[in-house]
C-alpha cells in the first residue's frame, strides 16, 4: 500500500518535502532539548540563552522574504532549495566546534539564515504541483507532520540520549545526513514547477507596477495571515517556554508528569496538522481557522484552572491544541490561493517573516517580561490572548477553498 503510494509523483513529492521540513525542525527545535547541557558548558547566562532564539529567529525572518523572493525572480525553486539544504547539512556541525557564546550565537544566525527558505519554499513546490482538490490535505502534511514527529518527539528523544552519553557537541552530528539525504531526493524526485501551466488562485491578474510585494501587498488576506502568524508563533512559543516552567514551579507536577504532557502536545500537532488542513478542503479556510482560534483560547485556561486526574487533563490540552495544526493553512494554503502564481513564494516568505518577527521574537520577551513582574499565569493569559486574536483575524479572511467557492458559484445561478 505505501509503496504504490509513494510510486505516485504528486505523493511522493509530498513525502520528501515533509522529509525537508521535519529535517529542518531537528535543528530547529532540538538546540532547545541540549540546552541544559550546552549552558553550564559555556558558562551561559539566561540572557544569552534568550539571545541565542532572538538572533535565530531574526535571521530566519529576513532570510524566509529576501530568498523566497529571489528564488522567485530567478524562477529555480528547486535548484534553490536543493543548494540550501546543502549548505544546511554542512553548517549543521558548525556549533559542535564553538567554545563561547559569540561562536554559538554566529552559529545560530548562519542556521536561521538557511532554514528560512524552506519552508516557503517547499509549500510553494506543493502549491504549484499539487492536484487543487487535495491542496490543503498536502500543505497539512508538509508543513505539519514532519516538524512535530521530527522536531517535537525524535529530538528529545534522540538528541538528548547522545547529549547524555558522548555530550551535547555529538546532537549535532546527526543532521548532516538527513540534510543530505533530503537534497539528494530533492535533485532526483522533485519537478520543478512550471509557473505558467499551473492554475493555482483566482487573482490571476496583471503584476503590479511596483512588483512582486505591492503585488502581493494589495490583499487583505495577506495582511490577516501576516497577523495571524504572529499569534501563532507567540502562542506556540508561549506554551513551549512557560508550561514546563508552570508545570513544575506552580502545579508542583513531576519532571516525569510535566514531559508526558508536554511530549503530547506533539503528536497532537501531528494529528491537528493533517486533519485540519483537509477539513478545511472541505468545509472551507475561514471556519476551520476561526474553530481551532477559539480552541486555542481554552489551551492555556485549562492548564491553568483545571483541577482533575493527569489523564483528563492531557486530553483536554492534547483537544484545545488544535490551533499547532493550522500554521500551513494561514502561511501556504491560503496565500497560495489569494495571490498569483508567479507571486506565492513572495507571500509566503512575507508572512512568515511578519509572523516570525512579531510571535517568535516580540512575544515571548514581552510574555517572560510579564511572568517576572506578575508571574507565570501572566504568560499563559497572554497565550490565551494570542489565541483570541488569530479567531478575530480568521473571521476577517476572504474565503479561498476551491469547494467553497465553487458551491458559492452554483447557488448564485440557481
Known amino acids: 500500500m505505501w509503496h504504490a503510494w509513494l510510486r505516485r509523483s504528486d505523493t511522493r513529492v509530498v513525502a520528501i518535502l515533509c522529509l525537508v521540513v521535519g529535517t529542518m525542525s531537528l535543528d530547529q527545535v532540538g538546540i532547545n532539548f541540549l540546552m541544559p547541557f550546552i549552558k553550564p558548558d559555556l558558562h551561559l547566562q539566561n540572557t544569552q540563552v534568550g539571545l541565542l532564539v532572538s538572533a535565530y529567529w531574526v535571521a530566519f525572518a529576513i532570510s524566509s522574504y529576501g530568498s523566497s ?3 522567485e525572480a530567478v524562477g529555480k525553486r528547486k535548484a534553490f532549495l536543493t543548494a540550501t539544504l546543502v549548505l544546511f547539512s554542512l553548517c549543521a556541525v558548525v556549533p559542535s566546534f564553538v567554545t563561547s557564546f559569540g561562536g554559538l550565537l554566529a552559529a545560530r544566525l ?4 538557511l532554514e528560512g527558505p524552506m519552508m516557503p519554499l517547499a509549500q510553494s513546490i506543493i502549491a504549484l504541483e499539487s492536484p487543487i482538490e487535495r491542496r490543503g490535505t498536502y500543505m497539512g502534511i508538509v508543513g505539519n507532520l514532519g516538524g512535530p514527529i521530527l522536531g517535537l518527539f525524535v529530538a528529545p528523544l534522540l538528541l538528548v540520549k547522545l547529549a547524555s552519553l558522548y555530550g551535547w557537541r555529538s546532537g549535532f552530528l546527526v543532521i548532516p545526513a538527513p540534510g543530505l539525504l533530503c537534497a539528494l531526493l530533492v535533485a532526483r524526485f522533485v519537478p520543478e514547477p512550471a509557473v505558467e501551466k499551473s492554475v493555482v488562485s483566482a487573482a490571476q491578474t496583471p503584476a503590479a507596477p511596483g512588483g512582486r510585494l505591492a503585488e502581493v501587498l494589495r490583499f487583505r488576506n495577506v495582511y490577516l495571515c501576516g497577523l495571524l502568524c504572529c499569534c501563532y508563533l507567540a502562542f506556540i512559543n508561549l506554551g513551549f517556554a512557560f508550561l514546563p516552567l508552570f508545570y513544575i514551579n506552580v502545579k508542583q507536577f513531576s519532571p516525569q508528569e510535566m514531559s508526558f504532557l508536554m511530549g503530547l502536545l506533539g503528536i497532537a500537532a501531528a494529528l491537528s496538522g493533517v486533519l485540519l488542513p483537509t477539513l478545511s478542503d472541505r468545509i472551507g479556510r475561514r471556519p476551520v481557522m476561526v474553530l481551532a482560534g477559539v480552541l486555542g483560547i481554552a489551551f492555556p485556561l485549562v492548564a491553568l484552572y483545571f483541577v482533575g486526574p493527569l489523564t483528563a487533563l492531557a486530553l483536554l490540552l492534547c483537544v484545545t491544541w488544535a490551533f499547532s495544526g493550522t500554521p500551513s493553512i494561514f502561511t501556504a494554503t491560503i496565500p497560495s490561493e489569494t495571490v498569483a502564481a508567479r507571486s506565492i513564494s513572495t507571500a509566503m516568505g512575507l508572512i512568515i517573516g511578519v509572523g516570525t518577527i512579531g510571535g517568535g521574537f516580540a512575544g515571548p520577551a514581552i510574555a517572560g517580561w510579564s511572568a517576572d ?16 486574536a488569530a479567531a478575530l483575524a480568521a473571521a476577517g479572511l476572504r474565503e479561498t477553498a476551491p469547494k467553497r467557492i465553487k458551491a458559492r458559484a452554483v447557488a448564485a445561478q440557481v
Open 373 to 388: 513582574r506578575w508571574g507565570l499565569q501572566a504568560a499563559l493569559l497572554i497565550q490565551a490572548g494570542c489565541a483570541a
Open 110 to 113: 548562519v542556521m536561521g539564515l
Open 69 to 71: 523572493f529571489l528564488a
